[in-house]
């Protein structure tokens, strides 16, 4: 379970994300996913909701084969690759 935590500062009206790391390991073309593992340690950032280049929630799913965990984060839209003369 991921759990979000939104926080404003006292004196500003903006708001920030607290997110969970991850490494980027590969593209899936057939699941139009990003493959990607947790960072070891577990490591953390703070994100500005106004420096966020993408405003669409990018998905994570867990998927079980051969008894090991692969993690897949999923953008809302398709990436292509562009088309070789």
């Not at 500062?9 to 490494?23: A, G, H, N, R, T």
Request: charged content about 15%.
């Amino acid at each position: 379970m991921v759990k979000l935590r939104c926080l404003c500062l006292p004196s500003s009206d903006e708001w920030f994300i607290v997110v969970s790391c991850m490494k980027t390991i590969t593209f899936s073309a057939h699941y139009h996913s990003y493959t990607v593992e947790y960072v070891c340690p577990k490591m953390f950032t703070v994100i500005s909701f106004n420096s966020l280049a993408d405003f669409h929630t990018v998905c994570c799913y867990k998927s079980y084969f051969n008894q090991r965990t692969q993690y897949f984060a999923r953008l809302p839209y398709h990436i292509v690759s562009p088309k070789s003369n």
